[in-house]
């Protein structure tokens, strides 16, 4: 048996109490394993101009986030790899590295920008952040309507 995997024996059962585990046999161990450490992280954005702004492609909101990233962290901020995994003109799912998460938390939301051929100013907000893909896939709110209208 692995050393970081925890054996859960079950109880002994007591011959003056009537309680009957429902397992076929009591004395075999169960396993658990507890994920410990996730590799990336996942932020639900999305971009708000000051004026309205021509749309932008998943290339160039890439370039705006990194632009964030290197304003607000420098050379080191401009390193940490984001991969823009769903992109939906003005909002994107976005993954970061774990360790990274809160870094790249405050620069998006803190760091205002401007638009390359325009006279707006933009910066990006977050609308949900999770350990899990599933957690910015979809809003709960959206989903609970969209299952009441169906």
Do not use: C
């Not at 009537?18 to 046999?25: G, L």
């Not at 998943?58 to 390193?79: P, S």
Request: cysteine-free; charged content about 15%.
């Amino acid at each position: 048996m692995p050393a970081d995997m925890e054996v859960d024996r079950a109880p002994a059962t007591d011959e003056n109490t009537s309680h009957t585990d429902p397992s076929p046999n009591p004395t075999t161990p169960t396993f658990k394993t507890t994920v410990s450490h996730q590799p990336f992280y996942y932020f639900a954005i999305t971009l708000a101009a000051s004026a309205p702004a021509p749309a932008i492609d998943a290339a160039q909101y890439h370039a705006y986030i990194a632009l964030v990233l290197r304003q607000w962290l420098g050379a080191v901020g401009g390193a940490v790899p984001v991969d823009v995994l769903h992109y939906a003109y003005p909002q994107a799912t976005v993954r970061v590295p774990f360790d990274r998460r809160q870094a790249v938390w405050q620069a998006v939301t803190v760091t205002p920008f401007r638009l390359l051929g325009s006279d707006a100013t933009a910066s990006f907000r977050v609308l949900r952040a999770s350990a899990f893909a599933m957690g910015v896939a979809a809003g709960s709110r959206t989903t609970q309507a969209a299952l009441l209208t169906q």
